[in-house]
């Protein structure tokens, strides 16, 4: 079964400042990996995906994330944060064959950002 | 954008009542999902489906039940509502290939 884990609960930064949103996986084979953003009372919107293709992901809104497998990580970065971007951001993975697609969650880092 | 749809938007309903949360998709993704977030918190599973008459529980136990008559519908029913179930529900689709994982905007659920 696959897993991950999200360092940090929260995460402040300034504005302008670089965003690292830490994410680690665990699974037996290569797995895809998803990073979600979550606006307050609002559904998930992807932000970018990994489905071993290219290991740097670039997504939305100046998002984008690396595939490291010798770390186990995939952790997500933008090199300037805006006030807009304060959301709970989740990390997920699933499975690659078929019968092992389901999405599993970390338990998400709200990000804050300070003007 | 993602094309699927879920009603209603909020709920509030008393205990013992029964409720379906509704779930349509028009994008003819066959595999569909139902997560609960409770606030602040992280996404469980508790219902998917890999296409019609296919109905699996998910990884959350949960006292819900789900049907997929169509492949766009995956409504989700709670027989006597309690205020454990007091939560937000997410239902998802995919692709075969999971090139495309949508989800809907959610229902948030309060049951007094």
């Known amino acids: 079964a696959q897993s991950v884990t999200q360092l940090g609960s929260h995460v402040s930064v300034s504005e302008g400042a670089l965003v690292l949103l830490r994410c680690n996986y665990s699974?037996?084979?290569?797995?895809?990996l998803f990073w979600y953003v979550q606006y307050p009372n609002q559904g998930l919107q992807l932000l970018l995906k990994?489905?071993?293709?290219?290991?740097l992901v670039k997504g939305i809104n100046g998002f984008e994330a690396e595939f490291k497998k010798s770390e186990t990580s995939f952790h997500l970065t933008k090199p300037s944060a805006h006030m807009s971007d304060a959301a709970e951001y989740f990390c997920?993975?699933?499975?690659?064959?078929?019968?092992?697609?389901?999405?599993?969650f970390g338990t998400g880092t709200r990000l804050t950002i300070i003007p | 954008e993602a094309d699927i749809y879920q009603t209603p938007r909020y709920l509030v309903i008393g205990t013992g009542k029964k409720i379906t949360l509704e779930c349509s998709q028009t994008?003819?993704?066959?595999?569909m999902y139902w997560y609960q977030q409770d606030p602040g918190m992280e996404l469980h599973l508790i219902h998917y489906?890999?296409?019609?008459?296919?109905?699996e529980k998910g990884d959350l136990s949960s006292e819900s039940t789900v049907s997929r008559i169509r492949t766009e519908h995956f409504p989700l029913t709670l027989e006597s509502a309690r205020p454990s179930h007091t939560s937000q529900y997410l239902c998802?689709?995919?692709?075969?290939?999971?090139?495309?994982?949508?989800f809907g905007s959610g229902t948030r659920l309060t049951v007094v």
């Open positions: 994008m003819g993704h066959d595999k």
């Open positions: 998802a689709s995919s692709d075969v290939r999971r090139v495309s994982f949508a």
């Open positions: 990994y489905t071993s293709a290219a290991t």
């Open positions: 997920a993975v699933s499975g690659t064959n078929f019968g092992n697609e389901k999405l599993t």
């Open positions: 489906s890999y296409g019609v008459n296919s109905t």
């Open positions: 699974s037996s084979v290569p797995p895809y």
